[in-house]
């Protein structure tokens, strides 16, 4: 099977997925007049205050405060689902709302590594990796595309994916700092480094699987251009 039959497989399982659990909160949102960069602003703002909370150590308060992070980072997950649907569902794709909600991402997403760095979840180094690889991500999908290879579904890290994870990531970490504070007298402080060499692997990983399907892709249409 080939790379873009894979990546075929993998937006058809998403959406498949998406279908269940989108259609009723999508029809509200269109019932009452909610646009699609309106809801790619709802996330952008929800984004910046799981920034401002991760600067604070929002992660590390106590118990009945620290799940707001996870939650808010939900809703900036959800409405980064919704914008998207609603304006497939309203015939309002356009090339000004698919240029502002890639713009808000990139801010969301470096906003977020910011307000980990911040509240001293990883170091400023690790931060500008992360960053980077996200933007490189982000940045060969544009590249290729601009040359006409169709990338949405390649590789392991795009965007839902990262966010679900950080999401899962988030959930763990006040958990396991709350549960070994209460019963050892002393909090876990390893789960987020070790999550982040992880986290940081996987989206090199996307990285190289893009560059590659790229490079292929382009080569293979050289070839059929020649011929």
Known sequence: MSKSEQ????RNNQRRVLNRFVDLPVKLLI?????PNILSFCG?????????LLAWGGLHFPFPLA?????VMFWAGAFDVFDGEVARKTDNISKSGAFLDSNLDRLSDAAIVLGLIMGGYFNYVIGFMI????????????RAENEGIEMKGVGF?????RLIILWFAFIAEFWIFYLSNLFYGTPFTLFFPIFTLIFTGLLLLTVIQRLIFSF???????????N
């Open 216 to 226: 292929k892709s382009l080569s293979k249409n050289e070839t059929h251009d020649k």
């Open 44 to 52: 952008f703002f929800c984004s910046i205050a799981v920034a401002v």
């Open 157 to 161: 890290m795009e965007r839902a994916e």
């Open 131 to 142: 960053l980077f690889l996200i933007l490189m991500i982000s940045y060969i999908r544009a």
């Open 7 to 10: 990546a075929n497989i993998k």
């Open 67 to 71: 799940w707001i992070v996870p939650f």
């Open 31 to 35: 019932k009452h007049g909610f646009t």
